[in-house]
C-alpha cells in the first residue's frame, strides 16, 4: 500500500495532508525517513513512524480504556469531555467507537473499536455477554436485595423482570453482580427497582477479559489477539 494512503487509514488525516506529512520529512518506515508518500510497503508487520514515535499498522483497531468518572461515552459529549480525549488524534479520528457505553460517572472497563461487526456483537444483548460491575450503594446491602437482583426486578419500559446473572455482597454497602443484558443505566436501575441506590459504579470484567490492574484511570492499550481471545474464551472465566 502507499504510504500516504496507510497513514490516511491509520487515522493521520486527509490522503493530501497525509502526502505533506510525508513530503515534510515528519515519517519514517522501520526506523527509515521515507520522503516519498507513493512508495509502496506491505502492511502486515509494518511499524512506522510520526514525528518520532512509533506506530504499528493495524488493520483494524481494538482498544481497552480504564474510563475515569467525568467522561462521556459520546463524540458530543453534552456536560462534560468525552473518553476520546483521552486517546491521540489519530485513533480518535479513525472513526473508532465504544462497543456499548458507560454512564459518565461509571469507570473501569470500556472497549473501543472501528470493526462494526465486532461492536455489533459485544455490545448487543442477544449474545448474553457477562459483565462484571462492582457497586458502592446508599444504604447497607441486605440479604433482600441480593435475592431481588438475583430473581429478577422489574423496571420501567420492560416486559418482563430481568435478573443479574450473578451478584454476591463485597462490602457493608458494597456488591458485585453479573448481567448478560446491555440495557440503559441497567445496574442502578435494578439496583434502585430493589429498594437501594448506586453511589458508584465500576465495570470490572466483560466476557473473559478483566480489566489490568496495571492500566490507572485514563489510561489505554491496545488490544491484541491474545486479549480478543480471552474475551471471547467460551467459559468467560
Ligand atoms: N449500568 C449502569 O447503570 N450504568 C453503566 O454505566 C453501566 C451499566
Same mark, same amino acid.
Not at 448487543?124 to 448474553?128: D, F, L, V
Given at each position: 500500500m502507499q504510504l500516504e494512503r496507510i497513514l490516511h487509514s491509520q487515522g493521520f488525516g486527509s490522503r493530501k495532508l497525509c502526502r505533506a506529512l510525508v513530503r515534510s520529512g515528519r515519517i519514517s518506515v522501520s526506523g527509515q525517513p521515507i520522503d516519498d508518500p507513493f512508495s509502496d510497503f506491505a502492511t502486515t508487520g509494518l511499524v512506522f513512524g510520526v514525528d518520532g514515535e512509533t506506530w504499528q499498522f493495524r488493520d483494524q483497531a481494538y482498544l481497552l480504556l480504564n474510563k475515569p468518572a467525568g467522561?462521556?461515552? !459520546?463524540?458530543? *459529549?453534552?456536560f462534560h469531555p468525552s473518553? %476520546? +480525549? &483521552? %486517546? *491521540?488524534d489519530a485513533i480518535a479520528n479513525r472513526g473508532v467507537q465504544c462497543v456499548g457505553r458507560l454512564d459518565q460517572d461509571t469507570t473501569g472497563l470500556l472497549l473501543l473499536s472501528d470493526d462494526g461487526q465486532f461492536i455489533h456483537t459485544w455490545s !448487543?444483548?442477544?449474545?448474553?455477554i457477562p459483565k462484571v460491575y462492582d457497586a458502592v450503594v446508599r444504604h447497607p446491602v441486605s440479604d433482600q436485595l441480593t435475592a431481588a437482583l438475583l430473581s429478577g426486578v422489574q423496571l420501567h419500559d420492560e416486559p418482563a423482570p430481568i435478573a443479574a446473572a450473578s451478584c454476591e455482597q463485597t462490602g457493608e454497602r458494597s456488591l458485585r453482580l453479573t448481567i448478560t443484558e446491555g440495557k440503559y443505566h441497567q445496574v442502578k436501575r435494578m439496583i434502585a427497582a430493589a429498594g437501594n441506590r448506586v453511589d458508584a459504579l465500576h465495570r470490572s470484567r466483560v466476557g473473559g477479559l478483566a480489566l489490568p490492574d +496495571? &492500566? +490507572? *484511570?485514563g489510561q489505554w492499550r491496545w488490544l491484541e489477539d491474545a486479549d480478543l481471545a480471552q474475551l471471547a474464551g467460551s467459559d468467560f472465566d
Open positions: 467522561y462521556e461515552c !459520546s463524540r458530543q *459529549p453534552q473518553v %476520546f +480525549a &483521552l %486517546f *491521540p !448487543s444483548g442477544k449474545k448474553r +496495571a &492500566l +490507572a *484511570p
